[in-house]
């Protein structure tokens, strides 16, 4: 029988963006200028201090349009660190070669795989992604998913933080992930052993 995994890595980024695609300067790319992270622990249902770097972008410029949708202005991310750097760091701070990591939707996972081989930086995880939003959806029995925003309210909560900052992002979404898995874990002992044995 596999274990399931205590920690989980909960994972939020922004990237450099453009209102409309004919705004997107020839020659600049979607980058990550911010990463997000907390890490939350499913056997306690407890939720870890929240983190964040700042990445410089390399091909892309912070748009007026990213800056009033992130509050991330072009001189805050020039004092970041590399997307190198930010991967070793996820490495080595937070163990997240051996940790499975979460987001809300695919987005980041593909943002994190494209950037990785365009800059030739090493996958940073290596212990499985999960697509908490789509999860989310099935487990409420919804037929589409959701915005963070709204599963919030589904679970009456609020979002705490600013919108589209990966430390506020990340935690929201473990706000989501423990109050589901509360929620869940809602039976009685006896009832759940009672589950466990007939599965």
Same mark, same amino acid.
């Given at each position: 029988?596999?274990?399931?995994?205590?920690?989980?890595?909960?994972?939020?980024?922004?990237?450099?963006?453009?209102?409309?695609?004919?705004?997107?300067?020839?020659?600049?790319?979607?980058?990550?200028?911010?990463?997000?992270?907390?890490?939350?622990?499913?056997?306690?249902?407890?939720?870890?201090?929240?983190?964040?770097?700042?990445?410089?972008?390399?091909?892309?410029?912070?748009?007026?349009?990213?800056?009033?949708?992130?509050?991330?202005?072009?001189?805050?991310?020039?004092? +970041?660190?590399?997307?190198?750097?930010?991967?070793?760091?996820?490495?080595?701070?937070?163990?997240?070669?051996?940790?499975?990591?979460?987001?809300?939707?695919?987005?980041?996972?593909?943002?994190?795989?494209?950037?990785?081989?365009?800059?030739?930086?090493?996958?940073?995880?290596?212990?499985?992604?999960?697509?908490?939003?789509?999860?989310?959806?099935?487990?409420? +029995?919804?037929?589409?998913?959701?915005?963070?925003?709204?599963?919030?309210?589904?679970?009456?909560?609020?979002?705490?933080?600013?919108?589209?900052? +990966?430390?506020?992002?990340?935690?929201?979404?473990?706000?989501?992930?423990?109050?589901?898995?509360?929620?869940?874990?809602?039976?009685?002992?006896?009832?759940?052993?009672?589950?466990?044995?007939?599965?």
């Amino acid at each position: 029988m596999k274990k399931m995994p205590d920690t989980l890595l909960v994972i939020d980024i922004e990237a450099t963006c453009w209102e409309k695609p004919k705004d997107q300067p020839a020659g600049q790319k979607n980058e990550i200028i911010e990463i997000g992270i907390v890490p939350i622990s499913l056997r306690k249902l407890t939720i870890g201090e929240p983190r964040a770097f700042l990445v410089k972008p390399i091909t892309s410029k912070v748009s007026r349009f990213c800056t009033r949708l992130t509050s991330l202005t072009q001189a805050q991310v020039d004092a +970041g660190i590399s997307f190198r750097e930010a991967c070793g760091r996820m490495v080595k701070e937070f163990d997240s070669q051996t940790i499975p990591w979460v987001s809300w939707g695919d987005y980041d996972c593909r943002q994190f795989k494209y950037q990785c081989d365009d800059t030739k930086t090493p996958w940073p995880f290596g212990a499985g992604h999960w697509n908490f939003k789509e999860t989310y959806a099935k487990m409420m +029995g919804l037929e589409h998913d959701v915005s963070l925003t709204i599963a919030l309210r589904m679970m009456g909560q609020d979002f705490d933080g600013a919108p589209h900052r +990966g430390a506020d992002e990340a935690y929201n979404i473990a706000k989501v992930m423990i109050e589901t898995f509360r929620r869940v874990r809602g039976y009685g002992k006896e009832e759940i052993r009672e589950i466990a044995r007939a599965g």
